[in-house]
């Protein structure tokens, strides 16, 4: 994931996913989950690199959250917003799922429960 500045965007993903910072160094943060185990087959991270060019396209990588009832995507969406998240519109309409965007505005959905 590219950002203007990684500290801030790998600390906003950390917590939006309660996930912890591996490591930061200059110019790149890494994530990962609480007990990562490198490389298992489902081992998943995100590398947090940054890049001085702002964003000007759709990302290349959507991240859609998962919640288990309308009352989790509520309070999912207050506390992503607590970290900075905004609302976004993609051009979505009336749709059942909330679209945010991270502090560099990245977008992403909180889905409701299938």
Known sequence: MKAGDDSAVGRF????????????????????PEGFVYPAPAAVRIDVVRDPQPK???NRVH????????????DLVARLQGLG????????????WT?????????FCVFTPL
């Open 85 to 96: 998240a905004t609302p976004a519109d993609l051009g979505q309409g009336d749709v059942p």
């Open 56 to 58: 000007t396209v759709k």
């Open 63 to 74: 991240v859609d959250l998962a919640i288990t009832s309308v009352a989790h995507q509520g």
């Open 99 to 107: 679209v945010l965007a991270d502090p560099e505005g990245n977008e």
């Open 13 to 32: 993903w950390a917590g939006a996913l309660g996930w912890g910072i591996s490591s930061e160094g200059p110019d790149v943060t890494n994530l990962e």
